[in-house]
């Protein structure tokens, strides 16, 4: 995605072949800073700290993180340390762990002299595919957006979205967004509403800054607005991503994309989840039960952190003294209320049977 003219992915390495360059996402929207991970350590400190974040950006970092921690020591010992270390960082995501099984099983194949070489290739070979992946479920997701406009004369499709599912949490493009910026790029009239998405407020600081930069119209509303704005016939679908896809279709993503959902088919309002096959959990077979759910620090509810009029990011509390605060980082929706998949392979009912369709190798597995 273009930054003032410049084109950036979200995660490449430096020149010097000696680190990886993020985008350091916890000073975003008001400033636009690159940090650099040297160790493995870094690596995963960014994702734990949410420097990184997104499930398929996780993962990438990971496979990055792995890479660096074989410059240091190839052997067997710490590439399992390595791979151990960077899975205990995000809990929900299921990219780390596909992530990280595919570097273990690339690496544990050749020998340690050759797997620096081999995993800085593979973590790359990684970005580039999640890329193709993200540009194909754009693709599929804005003809969803056509046959909507068409029905629209002029008028704008409004598009609801949750948290940031866009290029920041993916290598480039995104995966809800992905279809929203193809369709706009096709001279399509699209218009976003943004979930601010507390405690984090990946919608307001994330999504409302790409979507800006892209040029693509928006409007930023409070987490409990949705369902209001679909009573009143002002979203003509929502799209949403996804940290965790089970193999029956339920869908973990986001704190309060369950209740977008639940408001959407109250309404009667398409429902969509865009992903690539990385963040399928196939050994899942009832999201609801089975995902595990990240809990975050209190803090993250009882403080929030803004620019005040001076320019200085302050950082304030917003809950009574001495409150409790509980902060659950994800929820699931089950697949009954989800309209459909968008994936690279094309779209499908959010099912066992829907998924086996586009990924037909997998049901002998
Ligand atoms: O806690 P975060 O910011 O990592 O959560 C991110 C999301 O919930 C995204 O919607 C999800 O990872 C899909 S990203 C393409």
Redesign the pocket.
Known sequence: MRIEGRHYRSIWPSEDGRGVLVIDQTKLPFAFALKRLETMTEAAEAIRS?VV????L?GATAAYGVALAMRVDPSDDHLAHAIATLGATRPT?VNLHWALQRMGRVLRAVSSSEREERAFAEAAFICDEDVDCCRAIGEHGARIIAQIAARKDARPVNILTH???GWL??VDW???LAPIYRAHDQGINVHVWVDETRP?S?GAALTAFELGAHGVPHTVIVDNAGGHLMQEGEVDLCI????RTAANGDVA??IGTYLKALAAHDNGVPFYVALPFSTIDWSIADGVRDIPIEERAAREVTHMTGRAEDGALHTIEVVAPGSLAANP??DVTPARLITGLITERGVAPASREGLLSLYPERAAA
Do not use: E, H, L
Not at 53 to 56: E, K, T
Not at 240 to 243: F, K, L, Q, T, Y
């Open positions: 949410m974040r997104g499930a398929p996780i995501a948290c940031n599912a949490a993916t995104g995966t809800a984090r990946q949403v991503g996804s940290d993503n986001k980082a994800f």
